[in-house]
């Protein structure tokens, strides 16, 4: 009987390569399988997760009260459309209210539609509610901003790589450095819908904007009525210690985007949720989504919103967080630059003459633990909240390996 042998890391590689567009540069690593905070390839080797999809996986790879409500769903029904009500929808929208401390959801599937779905909400409040006239609202954002990839996000990119060859962009957007309060005072006027911020920028190297920062852009939309949108969808849910990264500061947004973790690694779940007042300017007809607030997702997301309830998350994210930043400190001076971040996330700035980003990045897969690059001279650094001491000591040894010096 002849065996045929499994393809290989390489072949797999190559089917990518020639069968699918080329919007990513994935390290040289196939994932077959993962449980918590680890991955095995399809040759049997295991990395241990320091990524978490961007945030997408808090809870680790396949946490059982996840895939439990996942396949109990799909034994029911996965999809209805918003044409009908269903079972899941109300009681997702009401937990994940309660959680928030929130009065209305908007749910939607990917982050960048939770972004787009609060720019239309507050162009339409700005309208109707605080009588900017017709077809002049702006937005004010930050440069060094990811909120997602469609033809409007880019529009107020300041990212070239993001923005090329993509034009004509959406006008309606004011760009200020961020972190620069001033300049947000500079910008806020009688036209302005909203800030749109994000309170640790992930894209940008995870970059924690000064003290004061958050708060004083909460006194100038109150001052100028102007609503304040936060997009939580990498910083939320437990990935900074506290549910929201706003949370630190006790500052309460408007508006908040959510996504990436609230489908628990396992289903596309994203939301707007905020005040009834401004959510509750949308009318029938005037937005949705097939597959937004599906009996599958909400599902999934109800279970997230248990496993958060219980506060178990956060307290891991700040406890271990201490010791992640604890132990990246130890390296400023000896290969690394900098450390910034919150909780169980951090900005390694690797130091002058030490490796590019992807050089790392392919160095630490290949001491078994997979992290990526942003902005070519930062690590970024997310293991899922399940992560043991152990565990992140080993990842932080092998980041000691690759940049230490």
């Keep these: 009987m002849t065996t045929v042998a499994a393809p290989t890391t ?16 994935p390290l040289p690593v196939v994932i077959s399988h993962g449980e918590g905070a680890w991955v095995t390839d399809v040759e049997g080797r295991r990395y241990l997760d320091f990524l978490s999809g961007y945030s997408s996986l808090n809870f680790g790879h396949r946490h059982p009260d996840l ?3 996942a396949v109990e769903q799909l034994g029911r029904v996965t ?6 009500h269903h079972d899941q929808f109300g009681l997702f929208c009401r937990e994940l209210a309660e959680l928030t401390g929130t009065e209305m959801v908007l749910a939607m599937n990917s982050g960048a539609e939770a972004v787009e779905s609060a720019i239309k909400v507050a162009r339409k409040w700005a309208y109707r509610v605080k009588g900017v006239p017709e077809g002049t609202a702006e937005i004010i954002v930050a440069g060094s901003n990811f909120h997602g990839r469609t033809t409007t996000i880019v529009s107020f990119s300041t990212d070239d790589t993001a923005r090329a060859d993509f034009g004509p962009f959406t006008p309606g957007f004011r760009v200020v450095k961020y972190g620069d309060l001033d300049a947000v005072r500079d910008a806020i006027g009688p036209r302005t819908a909203a800030v749109l911020i ?11 904007p000064p003290a004061g920062y958050l708060a004083g852009l909460r006194a100038l939309c109150d001052e100028h009525q102007a609503l304040f ?5 990498q910083s939320g849910l437990g990935r900074t210690g506290d549910l929201l990264a706003l949370d630190h500061d006790d ?9 990436k973790a609230l489908g628990g690694g396992i289903v596309p779940v994203s939301a707007v949720v905020g005040r009834r007042d401004v959510l509750g300017v949308l009318k029938p007809g005037e937005h949705g989504s097939t597959f937004g607030g599906n009996p599958l997702a909400c599902a999934v997301g109800r279970a997230v919103v248990r ?33 910034r971040g919150r909780g169980l996330w951090a900005g390694v700035e690797i130091a002058p003459g030490g490796p590019r980003g992807r050089e790392a990045s392919e160095a630490l897969a290949g001491l078994g633990v997979l992290c990526k690059e ?11 909240l399940v992560i043991t001491e152990d565990e992140l000591d080993q990842g932080v040894d092998a980041i000691a390996r690759v940049l230490g010096r």
């Design 10 to 25: 390489g072949q797999f590689i190559a089917l990518d390569e020639q069968w699918s567009t080329h919007n990513y540069h």
């Design 67 to 69: 895939v439990a409500a």
């Design 79 to 84: 999809l209805t459309s918003r044409a009908f």
């Design 198 to 208: 994000e309170p640790i920028q992930g894209e940008a190297g995870v970059v924690v």
């Design 229 to 233: 949108i936060a997009d939580e969808i």
């Design 251 to 259: 500052v309460r947004a408007d508006l908040y985007t959510l996504g």
């Design 307 to 339: 496993l958060l309830a219980t506060g178990e998350f956060q307290q891991r994210s700040r406890e271990l967080g201490e010791r992640l930043h604890g132990r990246l400190g130890e390296l400023v001076g000896r290969g690394v630059a900098e450390v």
């Design 374 to 384: 942003t902005q070519d001279t930062t690590l970024r650094v997310a293991p899922p």
